[in-house]
């Protein structure tokens, strides 16, 4: 079955580093690719998407690119803040009827002042 | 703005009782996802509805867990009889799932506590 592997927590960072979350795939088809943020307290928020190979989603300073050859959907950001603190999952939904979304098991960062 | 409203946002109940879990969809959309979220589990699928119709709710236990739409603006969660282990978030989410474009909308979750 469909499945999403996101690289182990936590990663603690400090102020204007860089981020690497790496996410991996398995699904056949063409699935949509996601990233959802978890603030602490709240429900999960789309952070941004992709819907076919080499599409680049990005918002907030956040980019992922769908990678097929890789089966990939890394998610990146050049300088991280206090504020993006959060749990971070990858998330996939093959874009047949019937089908729902599969989520990684999210990666918790933690970005030191 | 349109959001997820699910209802009541914090649940503590005894074992045994009955627990009902409600959802507001947004308005339009055709998906209604139920999650619940443990440290240990993550995030796991419970069920999921269509067009108000269940397509999968393998990830419920059958004997105690149950989910309906009784119209397009409500989904609800119930569990009866409640237990320790159930204790979680649980989370709605609606979508409007179609070829090309796919979303799901998250509420706030209820955290339910059974003791």
């Known amino acids: 079955g469909d499945s999403v592997t996101q690289m182990e927590g936590p990663v603690t960072l400090s102020e204007e580093a860089f981020l690497t979350i790496n996410c991996t795939y398995t699904?056949?088809?063409?699935?949509?690719l996601f990233w959802y943020v978890q603030y602490p307290g709240e429900g999960l928020q789309l952070l941004l998407k992709?819907?076919?190979?080499?599409d680049k989603g990005s918002n907030k300073g956040f980019e992922a690119t769908y990678r097929k050859e890789t089966t990939s959907f890394h998610l990146e950001k050049g300088s991280v803040q206090v504020s993006d603190s959060a749990v971070y999952f990858c998330?996939?939904?093959?874009?047949?009827?019937?089908?729902?979304?599969?989520f990684g098991p999210g990666t918790r960062l933690s970005v030191l002042p | 703005d349109a959001r997820v409203t699910q209802t009541p946002r914090h649940k503590v109940t005894e074992m045994g009782q009955e627990v009902t879990m409600r959802c507001q969809p947004i308005?339009?959309?055709?998906?209604v996802f139920w999650y619940r979220q443990t440290m240990m589990q993550g995030l796991e699928l419970l069920a999921y509805?269509?067009?108000?119709?269940?397509?999968?709710d393998s990830g419920m236990p059958k004997d105690r867990f149950s989910a309906e739409m009784p119209d397009a603006t409500l989904a609800t969660l119930k569990i009866q009889p409640s237990e320790p282990r159930d204790s979680a978030v649980y989370f709605c989410?609606?979508?409007?799932?179609?070829?090309?474009?796919?979303?799901?909308?998250f509420g706030q979750g209820t955290r339910l506590t059974v003791v």
């Open positions: 308005l339009g959309h055709n998906t």
């Open positions: 998330a996939l939904i093959r874009d047949n009827y019937g089908q729902n979304f599969v």
């Open positions: 509805f269509r067009n108000r119709a269940p397509l999968d």
């Open positions: 989410a609606s979508g409007l799932v179609r070829q090309g474009s796919t979303e799901a909308f």
């Open positions: 992709a819907t076919k190979a080499d």
């Open positions: 699904a056949t088809g063409y699935p949509s």
